[in-house]
């Protein structure tokens, strides 16, 4: 499907790029675009001192927008970074778009293969929204088809498609003289970004950052713990001692992760607590452990992968346990 059959554009308009787009079908279907088709950018036409919403694609035979090596070099000192000007069409775009036009427009040789399409809307709405609003309204644009029909209502209702109106200075001649052709859009609705003053809260910075500091300290006391009570473990099976410092190493553990605040973290070490008693022969203690995190798992709303594969490792260790006192017996 093409964006010629489209019928509404909506688009989100930045300081000097398109900073994202959509095109919508008669039944507000999202408008595949066609893979010869790159996307949608900005140019301004310093002849008439007026900026056009263009879109971009490969075309093999047009070898119309070649920009050489020397007039890259004169222009990549703009203003505005990522602007370039086009020889023959003498106009500046932006390559601060969607997809890969970056790296297309950093390579001349495949310019050789782009057009440009004037994309004319028949009725235009301009919305200045809050960057923060329109970047909600953007993502749920996308997932939802109802959303899509009412927020097109409410642009209708609150704002209205006004007729869009050409430039004095844009003539017709004018413009087949600078693009290959025209894509007409129906209905355009137009995000203007403004910008909110943003207040940094230097307070709130420093609260918070000392409570990450300790948090990465204690993470970090986590780690060292973790490694070394897994190497004590791994040995408690065969040395007495080893085994005793491995539930030492735990109830250290325990100490952090109640800093910590991390009831998950703690149930973890419990049950680390739990197999240094079972390889030390306590096991009706451990039972006691490990039947409460039990409980403990089933009350959690969303199940953790490692504390329930831990659990269900001890329990099985106390039931092999078990079946092989009563097999010596």
Not at 166 to 181: A, K, L, N, Y
Not at 224 to 235: A, E, H, K, N, R
Request: proline letters at 4%; one cysteine or more.
């Amino acid at each position: 499907m093409s964006t010629r059959m489209s019928r509404v554009l909506i688009y989100v308009r930045g300081d000097h790029s398109v900073e994202e787009y959509c095109f919508f079908s008669r039944e507000l279907s999202p408008v595949l675009i066609d893979y010869q088709e790159v996307g949608v950018t900005l140019l301004y036409d310093t002849k008439t001192k007026h900026t056009h919403l263009c879109l971009i694609k490969f075309d093999p035979d047009n070898p119309k927008n070649f920009i050489d090596e020397s007039q890259k070099n004169e222009t990549s000192n703009n203003s505005y970074p990522g602007i370039r000007t086009s020889q023959n069409a003498q106009c500046v775009y932006s390559n601060e778009n969607k997809g890969n036009t970056k790296n297309d427009f950093q390579n001349p040789s495949h310019l050789l293969q782009m057009s440009f399409s004037d994309i004319v809307p028949v009725k235009e709405a301009i919305l200045p929204f809050d960057a923060h609003l329109v970047s909600c309204i953007c993502f749920e644009l996308k997932r939802s088809r109802i959303f899509r029909r009412r927020f097109l209502k409410f642009v209708a209702r609150n704002f209205g498609f006004k007729p869009f109106i050409v430039p004095t200075s844009v003539t017709i001649s004018h413009v087949c003289e600078f693009f290959d052709s025209v894509v007409l859009v129906p209905y355009v609705v137009k995000l203007v970004l403004l910008y909110p003053k943003q207040k940094i809260d230097y307070a709130w910075n420093y609260r918070i950052g000392s409570q990450i500091t300790r948090r990465l300290m204690l993470d970090d006391a986590m780690n060292w713990l973790s490694t070394l009570g897994g190497g004590y473990s791994s040995l408690g099976d065969y040395f007495q001692h080893h085994a005793e410092e491995a539930g030492r190493i735990s109830v250290q553990q325990l100490k952090l992760a109640e800093q910590m605040g991390d009831p998950i973290m703690s149930a973890r070490c419990r049950l680390f607590y739990a197999q240094s008693l079972m390889q030390r022969g306590f096991v009706k203690q451990c039972k006691i452990i490990v039947r409460a995190q039990r409980y403990f798992c089933k009350s959690l709303f969303a199940s953790d992968d490692k504390l329930l594969a831990l659990y269900k490792s001890l329990k099985w260790r106390l039931l092999h346990l078990k079946n092989n006192s009563i097999t010596i017996s």
